[in-house]
Antibody, heavy 113, light 108 residues
């Protein structure tokens, strides 16, 4: 399964890292993807990471604003922001899009002054 | 990159057939995956590849693809099928993923 970290409340300009811990399969065998869902809106693919070496690929719309990484020792993937803004308010999901594995439960990130 | 286009909403009477379509260039080379999302829940895969349903998904869900258009069909829609449905596939480069805008299904 994929288990995500809890909800976060942040101010604009703050940094944040959310996590997605994997279990029940070999972590290094499958890319992990991150998906955004803004309130009342659809799903947007942010990017993916190869757990073997943390090599990441990004949707151009998110490139430079987020960083995706992994820690093999804990079978955990991360999504990080250096500077949040209000438009980052959303639920963020981790998922193995190339399998039938269930998605993570989602992490709600609220950014407001 | 590429886009996937879905109708915003469809409706059908209880027990009738619902058809959801998804259009995009990437579908010419990649079968879509279809996700169901009920309010407050994470998306759940309901159909993928040419003709596969994950374990536990009722056989009233089926899919097809022709050219650049894919369809998810719910034959005999039930009240619990009321949800948002998203198509998803690799983009034309094969390196990125893309989602359709979603279709809200209402079962009357």
């Amino acid at each position: 399964q994929l288990v995500q970290s809890g909800a976060e409340v942040k101010k604009p300009g703050e940094s944040l890292r959310i996590s997605c811990q994997s279990s029940g399969y070999r972590f290094t065998s499958y890319w992990i993807n991150w998906v955004r869902q803004r309130p009342g809106k659809g799903l947007e693919w942010i990017g993916k990471v190869d757990p073997n070496d943390s090599y990441a690929r990004y949707n151009p719309s998110f490139q430079g604003h987020v960083i995706i990484s992994t820690d093999k020792s804990t079978s955990t993937a991360y999504l990080r922001w250096r500077r949040l803004n209000a438009s980052d308010t959303a639920i963020y999901y981790c998922a193995r899009l190339d399998s039938t594995w269930p998605w993570g439960q989602g992490t709600l990130v609220s950014v407001s002054s | 990159s590429s886009e996937l286009t879905q109708d915003p909403a469809v409706s059908a009477a209880l027990g009738q057939t619902v058809r959801i379509t998804c259009q995009g260039d990437s579908l010419r080379s990649s079968y879509p995956r279809w996700y169901q999302q009920r309010p407050g829940q994470a998306p759940t895969l309901v159909f993928y590849d040419k003709n596969k349903r994950p374990s536990g998904i009722p056989d009233r869900f089926s899919g097809s693809t022709s050219g650049d258009t894919a369809s998810l069909t719910i034959t005999g829609a039930q009240a619990e099928d009321e949800a948002d449905y998203y198509c998803n596939s690799r983009d034309t480069s094969g390196d990125h993923w893309v989602f359709g805008g979603g279709t809200k299904v209402t079962v009357l």
